[in-house]
């Protein structure tokens, strides 16, 4: 009797030693994700044992338009200042007037350059990040208006997306649905790349959430890949 129990406390020890070096091992693993996270997504606030899992940016054909239009104006600005200022045709203006155009037409293109790069900006500023924990988005309407919404993964009930038009299944890019339990609220990404695989993507991560299973290695790297 004595031998089965000191070998029944043996074993129950050995088993308790495996626990904590698997556990261990796992809390290093943790801590590698976190500080990896926080060297690629410094302006993203984590908690302790939370780390980045995808990235998602807007599709850049949602920019196409302003950047075709600014484009447009540049290029006729720029036409009308080398054509009054520079080439002789049959629209005379005083001297006087000539060289006061650069005065007048360089800072509008220089203002339109800005403004197009502040544009581009704050399109790009909107994204989607989640984490083995939460799902958190940006939404930038202009430089002073930005704002930031916290979903936990628990209480997301549904994950959808959607594709209309030729345009959307041309390019690849929809809108990502995310559904929460209670309120029966529903956040939106729109212009969001490849979202047939992102919305599958998070689906699987917020199944491990819930199951309080660690996200594996397998979707690690492909929300790596996703976010690139």
Request: contains cysteine; neutral net charge; hydrophobic residues 45%.
């Amino acid at each position: 009797m004595e031998n089965n129990s000191l070998a029944d406390r043996l074993t129950q020890e050995m088993e308790e030693k495996k626990v904590q070096q698997e556990q261990g091992v796992y809390n290093a693993e943790i801590v590698r994700r976190r500080e990896k996270s926080l060297a690629k997504y410094p302006d993203v606030s984590l908690d302790n044992d939370e780390y980045v899992v995808v990235s998602v940016k807007r599709h850049y054909i949602g920019y196409v338009g302003t950047l075709i239009i600014s484009l447009f104006l540049f290029i006729v600005l720029t036409s009308l200042w080398i054509l009054l200022s520079f080439v002789r045709t049959k629209i005379v203006l005083p001297e006087n007037i000539k060289a006061n155009l650069s005065i007048f037409f360089l800072p509008i293109i220089a203002l339109l350059l800005v403004l197009s790069y502040v544009n581009y900006t704050v399109y790009k500023a909107n994204k989607l990040i989640i984490t083995n924990e939460r799902a958190l988005q940006w939404i930038v309407s202009g430089i002073l208006n930005t704002k930031k919404q916290v979903i936990n993964l628990e209480s997301i009930e549904d994950i959808s997306f959607t594709q209309v038009g030729v345009m959307q299944h041309l390019f690849n890019y929809g809108t990502i649905k995310l559904s929460t339990i209670g309120d029966e609220s529903t956040y939106t990404f729109n212009f969001a790349p490849d979202p047939s695989k992102k919305a599958e993507l998070l689906g699987d991560i917020v199944e491990a959430c819930k199951k309080k299973e660690p996200i594996s290695e397998e979707l690690l790297s492909l929300g790596e890949k996703m976010s690139i």
